[in-house]
């Protein structure tokens, strides 16, 4: 399953503490910088080019530098002896509600030309820029694939690709889907994984020599499944055997048990997403459940998302329990894969119809609800038509399989490029080859 792509609903605005840093969308210019001296407070301003940009980090960090020398050797590139000297002597300012600011992106992002620092105030009118979003804060990792740079947040899941030149192919996967374990007690007649009670577990032993190569491949994240893989006996092993090599674990379940085991507070911290699947509208209210059962063992609730295999249910029902809130503000919805118990094809056939009016048609619920809603390759496959009539831009989507994610099933011991493709496309698991495999796909 591809990483979760979002619809940004809206436009990026200052926050309560006056000062934000948004990046430009795709096709979309900064404007130009538009600021007075030093003066950082609560008046609107726009900071788009490097110098601009760094006297604002250098106000916002002149506390940090215990020497002059020290304080020149890091701005001296950027600003001239005027700037240095006030900013030294503490004259310029930054207002003490947004101090810190700078340091929430990182500095080679934040000097990118489509990276913004916004200035203003909530007492007047909120101070907007169309056509951006928030830029991702948080240490970053990043890797060079030829001419393009992959920026990655591990604690959000904001990836960003840039490359001057059509990007359309890794030298190595970013995200890679693991199947742990063909266990499963929940029978659905759509398992396109035709996982069983009779399944087996893939071995410790084998995951971590999967997690050793993915380091050193310089993958991003895994999508740990399965079968139901909470249940996997040595689940928060699997979990550490990622995180401690630096690859951010997300997993999906179905059931809620995993949420009162006694190792949810020491291994949830260590994941980044974690799919609920929802077959029907009732499910939603397993949400509420798993949170409550987080939250009495004081584990962070936040990165709970639900998904929705699309043709299993009425999908009208579904997306509107999503729409009133109350269980959740986001939704992840999957096409549906016909393999295994899934060949026999969805229960209910969607239209395109059907789908765009349940997603973005009028709400008769208590009212409007936004849902931030993200979608997986197969879903982008199977409905192209709604993605164009959602106006979904094109750098949001990522597709077909195979090209940035690949599937591993530790189980069988093979690997190929989505976990429902064509049984010819798999090949035997060879961790040495994976880069030659995946160069074939
Ligand atoms: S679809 Fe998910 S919950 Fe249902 S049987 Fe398959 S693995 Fe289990």
Request: negative net charge; hydrophobic residues 35%; aromatic residues 10%.
């Amino acid at each position: 399953m591809p990483r979760i792509q979002n619809l940004r609903i809206g436009h990026a605005t200052n926050s309560s503490s006056s000062h934000s840093i948004v990046m430009m969308r795709p096709g979309h210019q900064a404007p130009p910088s538009n600021y007075s001296g030093g003066d950082f407070g609560w008046d609107n301003f726009i900071l788009s080019d490097v110098r601009s940009k760094m006297h604002y980090v250098a106000v916002d960090t002149r506390g940090r530098y215990a020497t002059r020398e020290d304080f020149d050797a890091e701005f001296a590139p950027y600003l001239d002896q005027a700037t240095l000297d006030s900013v030294w002597k503490e004259n310029d300012y930054i207002d003490h509600e947004s101090a810190g600011t700078s340091s929430s992106v990182d500095r080679d992002l934040l000097l990118r030309p489509e990276v913004v620092i916004l200035g203003g105030n909530d007492n007047e009118d909120r101070f907007t820029l169309p056509n951006a979003d928030p830029a991702p804060s948080g240490p970053m990792r990043q890797r060079q694939d030829g001419a393009a740079s992959v920026l990655y947040w591990p604690s959000s899941g904001f990836k960003i690709r840039l490359s001057d030149e059509p990007y359309t192919k890794a030298r190595a996967p970013e995200l890679v889907d693991v199947k742990i374990t063909d266990y499963c007690p929940y029978g659905c007649f759509f398992c396109y994984q035709g996982s069983t009670k009779q399944g087996a577990h893939a071995s410790l032993e084998s995951v971590i020599e999967t997690a050793e190569r993915l380091r050193e491949l310089g993958v991003f994240e895994v999508a740990i499944g399965g079968g139901e893989p909470m249940m996997h006996p040595q689940f928060p092993e699997i979990v550490e055997a990622f995180h401690s090599r630096g690859i951010t674990p997300n997993v999906t379940a179905y059931g809620v048990e995993w949420s009162t085991r006694d190792w949810v507070k020491d291994t949830v911290r260590k994941l980044g997403g974690i799919g609920v699947s929802v077959h029907n509208a009732a499910d939603f209210e397993k949400l509420i459940r798993i949170r409550d059962n987080l939250s009495s063992r004081r584990v962070y609730t936040g990165r709970l998302m639900p998904q929705h295999a699309v043709g299993t249910n009425d999908i009208t029902e579904v997306v509107h329990a999503a729409r009133t809130g109350r269980y959740t503000d986001n939704l992840l919805l999957l096409g549906f894969k016909n393999v295994a118990r899934g060949s026999s094809g969805p229960k209910m056939k969607v239209t395109d119809d059907e789908l765009y009016n349940a997603i973005a048609g009028p709400f008769d619920g208590k009212g409007w609800y936004p849902l931030t809603l993200s979608v997986d390759t197969a879903f982008l496959d199977q409905f192209p038509n709604v993605i164009e009539r959602l106006n979904v831009p094109g750098y949001l989507t990522s597709s077909p399989e195979g090209k940035f994610s690949m599937y591993i099933d530790l189980v069988r011991g093979v690997m190929g490029p989505s976990s429902y493709c064509a049984e010819e496309d798999y090949l035997p698991l060879d961790l040495a080859h994976i880069t030659e495999a995946f160069a074939r796909w």
